[in-house]
């Protein structure tokens, strides 16, 4: 039990310092903004819908259930903790900027959440672009605890209880109760058909995080399904920290036969030694970047595709479009919660398959 709450304590600190620079993408003045007067209907709509797909996607200083047609937003603010090196360490609750309405004065200054960044302003909330339109003003070192991070928080906590009370549960009997009746076949399948076959004989070492890595996924994965706009594993500060963690779980517990394949491949002329090195390297960074990749694009692209479905039924407007898109926004759910656990069983694959590549024993030497 408490191996399983110092990993996930190194989880939550590990994704809170990666959301400290969350969306680092350039804010730039609303596209609506700018050419609202040439734009047709269509055309709004089309931005207007973009725009929702957009917010969807992205992380935010507030959690917002829905928002209605007049503007008003339901859902509960969230701490917003930001830095200033002028002024120092702020702290102030999501609502003090009214869904970047309001500017808020803190300490003397003025600052501003544009785009789901924190800027440095004027009184009045000015807002200065260059000539590409992107935002000139200081933008603050953010610390807060967005959308994101509150999810990240909740599933922590959640597989602290869950997980907690099965491990209990054995303690009086090994017949599996509660929610261990629907976890068992899980926990056994990532052991007997991950860990054990990709492994081997260490894989009990790597089983804590094997497991921890799954749920925590899949979790993820089954909240961003809500209708809330929680995308967390289609954020890419989050899926690096998860491949990271990976990536220096094989290193430190990598053997001896492991180093030895990749800076002096035996079983080689030595000329081609010189040239595999540099291969084997390369390859160590490019199997965490893989895993981070296909768990950000598959679950972002999946999002995008539904939300762009339903948006459709806003461009056609007709009774066709109403029934048609709602279908197939039905059956492409039905597939994204298959990819949920696809994509957290791939992971927690890939990895099982790193770890047994840093364990293996080869016999190189005998063979020859």
């Given at each position: 039990?408490?191996?399983?709450?110092?990993?996930?304590?190194?989880?939550?600190?590990?994704?809170?310092?990666?959301?400290?620079?969350?969306?680092?993408?350039?804010?730039?003045?609303?596209?609506?903004?700018?050419?609202?007067?040439?734009?047709?209907?269509?055309?709004?709509?089309?931005?207007?819908?973009?725009?929702?797909?957009?917010?969807?996607?992205?992380?935010?200083?507030?959690?917002?259930?829905?928002?209605?047609?007049?503007?008003?937003?339901?859902?509960?603010?969230?701490?917003?903790?930001?830095?200033?090196?002028?002024?120092?360490?702020?702290?102030?609750?999501?609502?003090?900027?009214?869904?970047?309405?309001?500017?808020?004065?803190?300490?003397?200054?003025?600052?501003?959440?544009?785009?789901?960044?924190?800027?440095?302003?004027?009184?009045a909330g000015t807002i200065i672009y260059d000539d590409?339109?992107?935002?000139?003003?200081?933008?603050?070192?953010?610390?807060?605890?967005?959308?994101?991070?509150?999810?990240?928080?909740?599933?922590?906590?959640?597989?602290?209880?869950?997980?907690?009370?099965?491990?209990?549960?054995?303690?009086?009997?090994?017949?599996?109760?509660?929610?261990?009746?629907?976890?068992?076949?899980?926990?056994?399948?990532?052991?007997?058909?991950?860990?054990?076959?990709?492994?081997?004989?260490?894989?009990?070492?790597?089983?804590?995080?094997?497991?921890?890595?799954?749920?925590?996924?899949?979790?993820?994965?089954?909240?961003?399904?809500m209708p809330f706009g929680i995308n967390v594993t289609?954020?890419?500060?989050?899926?690096?920290?998860?491949?990271?963690?990976?990536?220096?779980?094989?290193?430190?517990?990598?053997?001896?036969?492991?180093?030895?394949?990749?800076?002096?491949?035996?079983?080689?002329?030595?000329?081609?030694?010189?040239?595999?090195?540099?291969?084997?390297?390369?390859?160590?960074?490019?199997?965490?970047?893989?895993?981070?990749?296909?768990?950000?694009?598959?679950?972002?692209?999946?999002?995008?595709?539904?939300?762009?479905?339903?948006?459709?039924?806003?461009?056609?407007?007709?009774?066709?479009?109403?029934?048609?898109?709602?279908?197939?926004?039905?059956?492409?759910?039905?597939?994204?919660?298959?990819?949920?656990?696809?994509?957290?069983?791939?992971?927690?694959?890939?990895?099982?398959?790193?770890?047994?590549?840093?364990?293996?024993?080869?016999?190189?030497?005998?063979?020859?």
């Amino acid at each position: 039990m408490l191996k399983r709450v110092l990993l996930l304590v190194g989880f939550l600190s590990t994704f809170t310092l990666s959301q400290a620079q969350h969306h680092e993408e350039v804010a730039t003045a609303p596209a609506t903004e700018q050419v609202a007067g040439n734009m047709t209907e269509a055309e709004k709509e089309k931005a207007k819908n973009q725009e929702f797909i957009q917010h969807h996607v992205k992380d935010a200083h507030s959690f917002d259930i829905m928002v209605t047609k007049d503007g008003h937003h339901i859902g509960f603010p969230l701490p917003v903790i930001f830095y200033d090196k002028e002024n120092g360490l702020h702290a102030m609750m999501s609502s003090a900027f009214n869904h970047g309405e309001s500017t808020v004065e803190s300490k003397g200054s003025h600052y501003k959440l544009y785009h789901e960044k924190i800027y440095k302003t004027d009184a009045a909330g000015t807002i200065i672009y260059d000539d590409h339109g992107h935002a000139t003003n200081a933008k603050m070192l953010d610390l807060s605890i967005t959308k994101s991070v509150f999810a990240i928080i909740l599933v922590a906590l959640l597989m602290v209880v869950l997980f907690g009370s099965i491990a209990r549960s054995y303690k009086n009997s090994l017949v599996p109760s509660g929610a261990g009746k629907i976890f068992e076949p899980l926990i056994i399948f990532i052991r007997d058909d991950i860990a054990k076959p990709n492994i081997g004989t260490n894989y009990k070492k790597y089983m804590g995080y094997l497991l921890t890595v799954f749920f925590f996924i899949l979790f993820l994965n089954v909240l961003g399904l809500m209708p809330f706009g929680i995308n967390v594993t289609g954020n890419l500060a989050i899926t690096a920290a998860l491949a990271i963690v990976t990536f220096l779980i094989t290193q430190f517990t990598a053997n001896k036969t492991y180093w030895q394949h990749i800076f002096w491949m035996p079983g080689l002329p030595w000329p081609m030694k010189f040239v595999m090195m540099p291969i084997e390297i390369i390859g160590m960074f490019i199997k965490p970047f893989a895993l981070l990749i296909r768990l950000f694009a598959n679950m972002t692209a999946g999002h995008i595709v539904v939300m762009s479905l339903i948006a459709m039924i806003y461009v056609f407007k007709n009774v066709i479009a109403g029934i048609a898109f709602p279908f197939l926004t039905f059956v492409l759910y039905l597939l994204e919660i298959l990819v949920a656990f696809l994509q957290a069983y791939i992971f927690t694959m890939l990895s099982a398959v790193y770890f047994g590549m840093a364990n293996e024993e080869h016999h190189h030497e005998e063979a020859h």
